[in-house]
């Protein structure tokens, strides 16, 4: 039977600024990204979060970003190595502080949309949150997207990394995401969405934009919190993947248990 974990970003409301359904999502997805407070999320909502996955038992891990409030942590920035290092230390150990006051961990790290594009491929500023990452805990696993550069920089310097595949992005023929400026970079059909995820489930294969077939090899399913379709979306993928005999766990506990072996 094939097993795959569903990701989401969550966290992301800002004081009596709603952003997106996290209790349905909760009750979708088996990890959290949760925002850490540079580019969405206020202590009280984040810890709210924590807790409502706590209860559901969903895994949880840091969504670092650029400080970037004001563009959602999208815009590209070239924080100085120093900066870039102190600020993933600086979110993830804020959010495991959230995160043992709600009674659970942070398992791993995802970053978020420009910094997320941008360590992919940039060497200096992936080695940067690496580098946090292995100040707090190198046990931590990072999230990446499936065939970027940093998969096997990170491996090579010692990180457990888990490859991602976006549910509703679009994806160019090299295996990146479709610019959010460029039409048809967010595909809100449901049927699609599912379609294309069981596709790669199966077959470890999507269609680029341009109809190019590309291999993607992902352990783990992201859909995005933040659009309005969201949650129809994340219901109608978890459907059709158990109807098709996947089995949705989270990638934290499958490697913990591997290690143990």
Known sequence: MAVIDLNSDLGESFGPWPMGDDTSMLGIVTSANIACGFHAG??????????????????????I?????????????????????????????????????????????????????????????ADDVIAGIKAVDPSLILMALAGAPI?????????????????????????????????GAVIHDAELVADRMLG??????????????????????????????????ARSLRDRLIENGVELKPFAGLIQVAANG
Request: proline residues 3%; charged residues 20%.
């Open 42 to 63: 206020d202590p009280a909502g984040i810890l709210a979060v924590l807790r409502e996955a706590a209860r559901r038992g969903v895994s949880v891990g840091a969504h």
């Open 65 to 125: 970003g650029y400080r970037d409030l004001v563009g959602f942590g999208r815009r590209n920035m070239d924080p100085s190595s120093a900066e870039l290092v102190g600020d993933t230390i600086y979110q993830i150990g804020a959010l495991q502080g959230l995160a043992k006051a709600a009674g659970t961990a942070v398992r791993y790290v995802k970053p978020h949309g420009a910094l997320y594009n941008t360590i992919s491929n940039d060497i200096r500023q």
């Open 151 to 183: 998969v096997e920089r990170a491996r090579a310097a010692g990180l457990t990394v888990v490859c991602e595949a976006f549910a509703d992005r679009s994806y160019n023929a090299d295996g990146t995401l479709v610019s959010r400026r460029l039409p």
């Open 200 to 233: 790669m489930v199966s077959e470890r294969r999507i269609s680029a934009i341009d109809g190019t077939e590309i291999v993607i090899e992902a352990q783990s399913i992201c859909i995005h919190g933040d659009t309005p379709s969201a949650v129809a979306l």
